[in-house]
């Protein structure tokens, strides 16, 4: 059963930064692609940022030059750095798995439970 735990997640002001992380209980690097997802109050969820196996990256346009993906394999965790955070990005932030789809195929397997991120202004 593969579990990912999601941390993070809190209350900033417009401009601040949070890190969040997704404890992953299998080894990430061997995942062909994992991904950041979010969803905003009375939206449906959407995808935020992703990384595929070799580290190349791919990013919301909302989020672009703002927000940044990572993945640590020793640590079996990944990462979303968030700076420049704006009201709209308030939202239910949440981790998820490809085993073995491409980042590509926009499918995942396996889903965290969420971290709140809450941007005031």
């Known amino acids: 059963q593969v579990q990912l735990v999601e941390s993070g997640g809190g209350s900033v002001q417009t401009g601040g930064s949070l890190r969040l992380s997704c404890a992953a209980s299998?080894?990430?690097?061997?995942?062909?692609?994992m991904g950041w997802f979010r969803q905003r109050p009375g939206n449906e969820r959407e995808g935020v940022a992703r990384i595929d196996r070799v580290g190349i990256t791919y990013y919301a346009d909302a989020v672009k030059g703002r927000f940044t993906i990572s993945k640590d394999n020793a640590r079996n965790t990944l990462h979303l750095q968030m700076n420049s955070l704006k009201p709209e990005d308030t939202a239910m932030y949440y981790c998820?798995?490809?085993?073995?789809?491409?980042?590509?195929?926009?499918?995942?397997?396996?889903w965290g439970q969420g971290t709140q991120v809450t941007v005031s202004s």
């Open positions: 998820a798995a490809a085993p073995t789809h491409y980042c590509s195929s926009g499918y995942f397997d396996y």
């Open positions: 299998v080894y990430t690097y061997s995942y062909n692609c």
